[in-house]
């Protein structure tokens, strides 16, 4: 089940909330928490932005990748390195009335069927104020039809932002996206 079917059972809103509560507990208490185990005790939760289906875009095609740079490269990561990655194609669609355009990457060793999981990194006008500075991430698969569901409402932090030991790709500069998009992750306190 994929984190969009799981959101989508019952009301959006409550399943979003459970999803949420669920992760929280996640950060809260498993060994594999991004967050480090001494802060476990005082972690009250992940802030978010409220839920809003506005946020959820359906029925996107995946078009192919015809820009200038190469369909193969290497991404850099928060750490200095570079993963391997290519470009899988670009998805066009509408927020708040804008044309926007991210494109899909697949990176080495990200899913048990590299061919089916997308990822899809991004900036937006939040970035670097509520959100963090190098780009929030969504991972996406197709729906039955083909076509695929970006739900911004599940945007999230890289790991790095918890926890430094941790490599996360840097958004390219080609998915920088012209609107606030105000679902999914946010950051505490202060803009950073």
């Known amino acids: 089940m994929t984190d969009h079917e799981h959101v989508h059972a019952g009301s959006y809103a409550d399943a979003l909330a459970l999803f949420r509560a669920d992760k929280d507990a996640f950060f809260r208490s498993s060994p594999g928490s991004p ?26 095609q995946l078009e192919p990748y015809e820009g200038d740079e190469p369909v193969r490269f290497e ?83 890289p790991s790095c932002v918890y926890d430094p030991r941790f490599s996360c790709p840097l958004t390219p500069p080609e998915n920088r996206l012209p609107v606030r998009v105000e679902a999914g992750e946010r950051l505490r306190g202060e803009p950073h």
């Open 35 to 60: 967050i480090p185990a001494s802060a476990h005790p005082t972690f009250t939760g992940l802030p978010y932005f409220d839920a809003d289906e506005d946020w959820i875009v359906d029925g996107v």
């Open 75 to 157: 991404i850099p990561t928060t750490d200095g390195k570079l993963r391997p990655a290519e470009r899988a194609g670009v998805f066009r669609f509408e927020l708040v009335g804008v044309a926007c355009q991210l494109t899909a990457y697949r990176l080495a060793s990200t899913a048990p069927d590299p061919d089916e999981s997308l990822f899809l990194p991004f900036l937006d006008a939040t970035s670097g104020r509520e959100t963090y500075g190098a780009g929030r991430y969504l991972d996406l698969e197709p729906d039955d039809d083909g076509t695929w569901t970006i739900d911004f409402n599940l945007a999230y932090h």
